[in-house]
């Protein structure tokens, strides 16, 4: 058997009920085995061949998302000669559970995939998302937000839980007006989506739909967005890019500079420059 290589791993403190894998160049081959966790595999290259206990062999190829339910026993190996790359997400049964209650507002049994393989170009491309939000130390709002976005659709489309019905109806309006106050009090706080939905008495993914619904934006851009424009007016009034990035509530000036560039299409320095 030859040893899994190139294999790292991130557990994050915002995300408690998540663990992520990524795997690059690997020829490994896992016997049969089960988790007591959901096991979500984003394949980047390659097939892996899927055998279960009692199911027929699965492959799952480049741009599909293969679906292991906890205690599911499975199997899995390079489909053809050569290495796969894929990324792992290990998921808390209760956080799963937590986030089909907010999806279809009722709590109820763990939800199960029926299918080994997602062929949804549109869930791989969240999930890897995640994945590099994660490896890369991602803001919490917006790994909290990626995280139950992805997993929303995956239940949804995968998992055979459906979406209440629009509930509070009315309130939409001003859940988004107190979530904007919120977040603009709090330009250089951490927050979370717990406490965004907290506040506007509505569920996490409901919070999410609404929010975008109505601005367009997520509500971490829309943090970022209005951190950026206090640190323009941080910038005109003379204080340094340093401290501009510090009050505005970034953690340093590397990913202040990175979101600035992206929100105004220059840097700090080519804005005062102008």
Not at 114 to 129: G, I, K, N, S, T
């Amino acid at each position: 058997m030859k040893p899994l290589l190139n294999v790292h791993f991130w557990r994050d403190e915002d995300l408690p009920g998540l663990e992520v894998a990524e795997v690059r160049e690997s020829a490994h081959v896992f016997p049969n085995h089960s988790h007591d966790h959901y096991a979500i595999a984003v394949m980047d290259k390659g097939a892996s061949f899927c055998a279960g206990n009692g199911r027929d062999g699965t492959c799952v190829t480049s741009g599909q998302v293969a679906l292991i339910n906890p205690g599911q026993v499975h199997a899995g190996m390079p489909a053809y000669d050569g290495c796969i790359s894929y990324r792992m997400l290990y998921v808390d049964p209760v956080w799963m559970r937590r986030v089909a209650r907010d999806l279809c507002g009722r709590d109820g049994a763990a939800p199960e995939f029926p299918h080994w393989v997602a062929p949804d170009p549109a869930l791989h491309a969240m999930l890897h998302r995640l994945c590099l939000l994660v490896a890369n130390g991602a803001e919490g709002l917006e790994k909290d937000s990626a995280m139950v976005g992805a997993f929303s659709r995956m239940l949804a489309v995968w998992g055979n839980v459906r979406g209440a019905a629009v509930s509070r109806k009315g309130h939409e309006h001003r859940a988004v007006r107190l979530v904007k106050e919120y977040l603009r009090a709090r330009l250089a706080e951490k927050v979370s989506l717990d406490e965004l939905a907290a506040h506007a008495g509505l569920s996490r993914f409901y919070l999410l739909r609404v929010f975008k619904g109505e601005t367009g934006l997520s509500p971490h851009a829309f943090h970022t967005q209005m951190r950026i424009d206090c640190a323009k007016g941080l910038l005109l009034s003379g204080a340094s890019i340093s401290d501009a990035a510090l009050d505005a509530g970034f953690s340093d000036q590397s990913h202040f500079t990175n979101a600035f560039r992206r929100f105004v299409g220059a840097t700090p320095g080519q804005y005062l420059a102008s």
